[in-house]
């Protein structure tokens, strides 16, 4: 079992950024693949990027990419979404995930067996 904290969550100005944190505990000596997730209101949850357990691989979605960097600190079991130029459609509830894993990165929702609570991420115009 892995449990998941997301935080860094908050309300920021178009144009501003922010940074996530996704802490695991519990289970962290296996190998696991992070994702991060986001869901607006009214919408399905939506892959944003993801990282495998070596780091040596790292997809964004195309609405993402160039603008948000993932990293992981395995020191501390955390992995980080750096969010900048951020416009008002990147308002969602962003979640991590993770899951057993080598070297894939994963961008399916199914594909993902831990989730954390999601944190409020509010772009204003």
């Known amino acids: 079992q892995v449990q998941l904290v997301e935080s860094g969550g908050g309300l920021v100005q178009a144009g501003g950024s922010l940074r996530l944190s996704c802490a695991a505990s519990g289970r962290t000596d296996s190998r696991y693949a992070m994702g991060w997730f986001r869901q607006a209101p009214g919408k399905e949850r939506e892959f944003v990027g993801g990282?495998?357990?070596?780091?040596?691989?790292?997809y964004y979605s195309d609405s993402v990419k160039g603008r948000f960097t993932i990293s992981r600190d395995y020191a501390k079991n955390t992995v980080y979404l750096q969010m900048n130029s951020l416009k008002p459609e990147d308002t969602a509830v962003y979640y991590c995930?993770?899951?057993?894993?080598?070297?894939?990165?994963?961008?399916?929702?199914?594909?993902?067996?831990?989730w954390g609570q999601g944190t409020q991420v509010t772009v204003s115009s």
């Open positions: 995930a993770a899951t057993y894993s080598s070297g894939r990165v994963y961008e399916r929702v199914y594909e993902y067996g831990y």
């Open positions: 990282i495998s357990w070596s780091g040596d691989n790292i």
